[in-house]
């Protein structure tokens, strides 16, 4: 079913685990991804923002995603990820989304704060829940780049007044995670720790395609309740398509298609069972 209200964030939130949250840029992907979510019986986020909505279009992306998301056997969330437009955040409320995400960071604090509290309202008066951004997470979601300055990261020291004057519910933190995969990836993790103990909301970790597996669980008891995944869906797509493509049959969808889609459902699965302790595999 699809998630409504804010109760997928604070179950995980109450219960010590983390929501997968996967970008989806076709049919094929969020099949897999909710394949995996089913077969774990566990909720799970379907997200896409702009480079998502540049390939497929926002409008079939969202009404594909929304009615897989009714049609699934466990919650899925449908959140729109990294936007900079109200009228985009708007949009995708009035489509039924779950959850939105405002992207300030670009900015100055202080527009940071005014954006964001001004897509919270709008958020709120559907009922829908919202993320903010405060530091700047570096890279690009649909490339890999290199690693985030010290400077761009999350201040633990204005966590509380950027939760307080946008009345965010969630809250993405720059602490040297990078979108895309980068190589070495270190998470300051002393900085996460402060920004936990100064924040009110749950945080959220974007960037974690090739974390280690001990830092992901490891931030999961460090207050982030959310993780976004996109890379290593991407790259597990392809290389099931390549596979599809060099099958001997490889003149129909479910040839071609359906390793892809396999490929996701494999990676997302793996990805869940981190991010719920009762589920973390024999180490
Ligand atoms: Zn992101």
Same mark, same amino acid.
Do not use: K, R, V
């Given at each position: 079913m699809l998630a409504r209200g804010i109760g997928l964030l604070t179950a995980a939130v109450e219960r010590g685990y983390a929501l997968g949250a996967f970008t989806t840029y076709n049919l094929e992907v969020t099949q897999g991804i909710i394949a995996a979510a089913e077969r774990l019986g566990k909720p799970v986020i379907v997200q896409a923002g702009a480079g998502a909505f540049s390939y497929a279009g926002r409008g079939p992306l969202a009404a594909m995603s929304l009615a897989m998301a009714a049609s699934s056997r466990v919650a899925v969330g449908i959140h729109l990820d990294h936007s900079r437009n109200l009228e985009e955040i708007a949009s995708c409320i009035e489509l039924g989304y779950s959850s939105v995400m405002i992207d300030g *960071?670009? /900015?100055p604090i202080e527009a940071n704060i005014a954006i964001t509290r001004a897509a919270v309202d709008l958020a709120h008066g559907s009922g829908v829940w919202a993320e903010g951004e405060l530091g700047a997470i570096g890279g690009d979601e649909n490339v890999s780049v290199g690693a985030n300055p010290e400077s761009t990261m999350t201040d633990p020291a204005m966590v509380r007044t950027f939760v307080e004057e946008t009345g965010v519910d969630a809250l993405a933190v720059a602490v040297g995670n990078v979108h895309g995969i980068s190589t070495p990836v270190e998470i300051d993790l002393a900085r996460l720790s402060a920004i936990h103990r100064e924040c009110t909301v749950p945080l959220v970790l974007h960037g974690? *395609?090739? /974390?280690?597996d001990e830092v992901i669980r490891t931030v999961v008891g460090l207050g982030v309740a959310k993780i976004n995944l996109n890379t290593e869906l991407r790259r597990a797509f392809f290389e099931g398509l390549r596979d599809g493509l060099k099958g001997?049959?490889?003149?129909s969808f479910d040839a071609v298609m359906r390793p892809a889609r396999d490929a996701v459902e494999q990676i997302v699965e793996s990805k869940l069972r981190l991010l719920w302790p009762d589920m973390h595999p024999a180490d």
């Open positions: *960071s670009f /900015l974690a *395609s090739g /974390l280690p001997a049959e490889a003149d």
